[in-house]
């Protein structure tokens, strides 16, 4: 858990980390789950899907958490990989972007990220929808950063040791950072390039949504200091 200075300062747990491991026409599909807090409140950022469940329960178990102690998850989007453990947050708010609930009603059919029924299992919760920049905490501002997907977003922390970014997968890898070329856009509007920048521009950290944290320094470098790492057992 990062320090704090004050209830108003946000900061960040990274429960489940990202991966980018992937095997030939296919990905494990393991995408960064964030636990953020500010003034009291508690809020998770994405969820996962099944490959992930057990992950993500161990972690909030080993923090002395529950599902039920969070009372809003935040979806950057609605990519199986990112929503699709919702059913365990059945008293929590559920957030997600105008654009994004507009486009899951009828997913392009080359998408292969987005199940055509995401939108009914999303229907069932606390549904609340935003659109453009809201400060769901204070301190954590939502913001769209469109490409990846139609309505994806990120969000933006004021933390005591800077501005973070939890980008999800606006900003996947750090390929993606050095390269400033997105991967997998979803989007027939190309925004992705773009959204990519936005992350680069306003974060100092930057948490990605298939990677470990990254550090941008005031002379441009991208920096990390830890590897992915995958325990792979064949049965």
């Not at 004050?6 to 992937?22: C, E, F, H, K, N």
């Not at 204070?138 to 501005?163: C, I, K, N, Q, Y």
Request: proline share 8%; charged share 25%; with cysteine.
């Amino acid at each position: 858990m990062q320090p704090h200075q004050s209830d108003q300062t946000p900061r960040y747990d990274i429960l489940v980390s990202g991966s980018s491991l992937a095997m030939e026409g296919s990905f494990l599909g393991i995408s960064t789950i964030v636990m953020v807090e500010s003034a009291g409140r508690r809020a998770l950022f994405d969820c996962g899907h099944f490959t992930t469940r057990r992950l993500l329960l161990a972690a909030l178990a080993q923090r002395g958490l529950t599902p039920a102690d969070f009372e809003m998850v935040i979806l950057s989007h609605a990519h199986f990989d990112h929503c699709l453990n919702i059913d365990l947050f059945p008293q929590a708010q559920v957030i997600l972007s105008q654009d994004e609930w507009d486009y899951i009603q009828g997913p392009f059919p080359d998408d292969p990220a987005t199940p055509p029924y995401v939108a009914d299992i999303l229907r069932k919760t606390r549904l609340e929808l935003i659109e453009g920049e809201v400060e769901l905490l204070p301190g954590v501002t939502a913001f769209p950063t469109p490409g990846h997907s139609p309505g994806h977003m990120s969000l933006d922390l004021r933390t005591a040791e800077g501005p973070v970014i939890l980008a999800a997968d606006a900003l996947k890898t750090a390929r993606e950072a050095l390269s400033g070329i997105p991967d997998m856009e979803i989007d027939p509007l190309k925004r992705a390039g773009a959204s990519l920048r936005k992350v680069l521009d306003r974060g100092r950290f930057i948490v990605p949504g298939h990677f470990p944290p990254l550090t941008r320094h005031d002379d441009g470098r991208i920096t990390w200091d830890e590897i992915q790492k995958a325990t792979l057992l064949l049965r």
